[in-house]
Every structure is written in C-alpha cells, then in structure tokens.
Nanobody
Framework: VQLQASGGGLVQAGGSLRLSCAASRRMFNNNGMAWFRQAPEKEREFVAG????????TYADSVKGRFAISRENAKNALYLQMNSLKPEDTAVYFCAANMGALASGNKGTYRYWGQGTQVTVSS
C-alpha cells in the first residue's frame, strides 16, 4: 500500500502549484483523503480533506479560498491546487488516507501516509 506525492517545487509568492498523490491500491476509492503539511520545527498540520466520493471537502482556515482539494477515483489520484501562495505555506506536504470514508483534521485517524513533497514559497 503506497501513496506517492509529487508536484512540489519553488515558487514566488502569489504563484500557484498543483500537488498530486498517486495511490497504489483501489481501496482508496472508499477512503477519505487529505493533505497535511509540516514546516521545520513545527507540528504536522491539516491542510485539506475530501470524502471518499468527493462530495464533502474541508479546509484549514489558513488556506480557505486559496487551495482546492479534489480526487479522481478512476485514476486512484488526489490533487491539491494551491493558488496565491504565501511564504508561510512553505512546508513538506503529505497526502494521507483516512481509516474511514470521510476526512477529518485529526491526523490520528489517517492510516497511510505518502513520503511528502517540498513546497517552498519565496517572498
């Protein structure tokens, strides 16, 4: 069971990036999925989550209106469109699969984690 995150990079403030997460098993079609991020010397924090069928999404207040999470179950894929990026968005971004069908902000409910992709936003 694997999750492979990609799409990170270096971007100027105000720019955009699209992260992707490829899942190795179709089981993720039945699981809530989410993106978390971790900046140096900080706790891993919830960014955005999406239910198993994409019908429900939730966002951290810090990214509302700028980021959009989506999924394509036919491709076992999860995405995070990030617009209007700020230097404080700089972190390693991780995709994760929830143990249930919904997505929550509690990282303890996520069973599988990808390896992370670095996002750096310069001012």
């Amino acid at each position: 069971v694997q999750l492979q995150a990609s799409g990170g990079g270096l971007v100027q403030a105000g720019g955009s990036l699209r992260l992707s997460c490829a899942a190795s098993r179709r089981m993720f079609n039945n699981n809530g999925m989410a993106w978390f991020r971790q900046a140096p010397e900080k706790e891993r924090e919830f960014v955005a989550g999406i239910s198993w069928n994409g019908g429900s999404t939730t966002y951290a207040d810090s990214v509302k209106g700028r980021f959009a999470i989506s999924r394509e179950n036919a491709k076992n894929a999860l995405y995070l469109q990030m617009n209007s990026l700020k230097p404080e968005d700089t972190a390693v971004y991780f995709c994760a699969a929830n143990m249930g069908a919904l997505a929550s902000g509690n990282k303890g409910t996520y069973r599988y984690w990808g390896q992370g992709t670095q996002v750096t936003v310069s001012s």
